[in-house]
């Protein structure tokens, strides 16, 4: 009896969708996760709130003051008579925005001042890092007092802190990505785009900055945090915009007027949560952010 053998057909592997594959790294990315579900919250809080609330009882006598929190004012009002729920709408995307402005500045300063410094070398490699290294020890906290300090205060607005924060803003970026270029630029694909007579703009642009994406996104997280949390304690301290209901503002009016002696506790309770939720929305961003842009933390499929 004639025997027949099958033969085994290859079965092809199929390979996940983008989509797929963006599911299973989010999955396991816990921070990211936490992170983006808090970022979530906050820019629902704020978008809902501003179609609701009127902006104008943000600011003082507004409202009744030293109200507690209520139906009529769900997070009470302050002794100055704003009511603080406008005030936290309000303050969190002012607050927001100077993070925004002064990260994205700085992050944009870096990259430029980065690519250039580590990939044409000589001269402005020499000045670009000779600067970032007499400017890093500084303390930063210190030059943005003086420089916040010196600023008329009925001229500070949210811009002119995005400002003072940008001003130290674009060092870090700025060595971070220097050091990603020099190890880039030494690769194979690199040097073969250049053997094809590939001139340097395009090397930046399409070999070079692609691969750097992670590196940039992750560098603008931590810039918007540093703003943020720079905004906040300059603040804090009465040097900001005192008239805008900024989260550190609010804080800084509350200790002037002693709320939680006072029993206001509601005052500077809901500014501090707000500021610890944009903080740690930011940092558990971050940590995600690292192990995309980081091979040796990068976990495999």
Known sequence: MATTTAMAQPVERLQPSRLVLIGRYLRRNKSMIFGLAILLFLVGFTVIGLLTIDPKHAYPLAVKSKQPPSWQYPLGTDFFGRDMLAAMVTGMWQTALIGLLAGGMGTMIGVFLGFISAYFGGWIDALVKGVCQILTPIPAFLIQVVIAGSVDKRSVTIYT?????????????????????????????????????????????????????????????????????????????????????????????AQGQSAFFNGWWWWPMWPSLGMVLILSSLALINMGLDELANPRVRRTE
């Open 161 to 253: 802190m995005a400002f003072v924060v940008v001003l130290l803003a674009w060092m870090g970026p700025t060595l971070v990505i220097r050091s990603q270029v020099l190890t880039m630029k030494e690769r194979q694909f690199v040097s073969v785009a250049k053997l094809s007579g590939v001139n340097d703009i395009e090397i930046i642009f399409k070999e070079i900055f692609p691969n750097l994406l992670p590196f940039i996104a992750a560098a603008f997280v931590t810039q918007v945090f540093v703003a943020v949390f720079a905004a906040f304690y300059l603040s804090v301290l009465g040097l900001g915009p005192l008239r805008e209901p900024l989260m550190g503002n609010l804080i800084w009016a």
